[in-house]
């Protein structure tokens, strides 16, 4: 059975940085893709960050020069590197991997961390 295990998350003030990290466990195949989604309260949930096998990623709009999503295939491990953090950015970020479709940005992945807060204080 696939198991999502997230850490790294917490408080911190606006402008300042945390990284975000994501283990498998579960499953040696080769998955397609990982990836972050995120969701504030009252807000619908939205793809932060993917990356895939090939290494190519895809980034929001919403972060994109402040976000890095990263990947070691061999520790079956996923981060998301924060910078710049600001008020907008907090929620309960999720991370997702996906081994028969591609969907870790859009769409439905078909397995999910238990998520992890991110809080940012202005």
């Known amino acids: 059975q696939v198991q999502l295990t997230e850490s790294g998350g917490g408080s911190v003030q606006a402008g300042g940085s945390m990284t975000l990290s994501c283990v498998v466990h579960?499953?040696?195949?080769?998955?397609?893709?990982m990836g972050w989604f995120r969701q504030a309260p009252g807000k619908e949930r939205e793809g932060v960050a993917a990356?895939?096998?090939?290494?190519?990623?895809d980034i929001a709009s919403s972060v994109k020069g402040r976000f890095t999503i990263s990947q070691v295939l061999a520790n079956n491990t996923v981060y998301l590197q924060m910078n710049s953090l600001k008020p907008e950015d907090s929620g309960e970020y999720y991370c997702?991997?996906?081994?028969?479709?591609?969907?870790?940005?859009?769409?439905?992945?078909?397995?999910w961390g238990q998520g992890t807060q991110v809080t940012v204080s202005a």
């Open positions: 990356i895939y096998t090939s290494g190519r990623t």
């Open positions: 997702v991997a996906d081994w028969v479709s591609y969907d870790c940005y859009e769409g439905s992945p078909s397995n």
């Open positions: 579960g499953n040696p195949v080769s998955r397609n893709c």
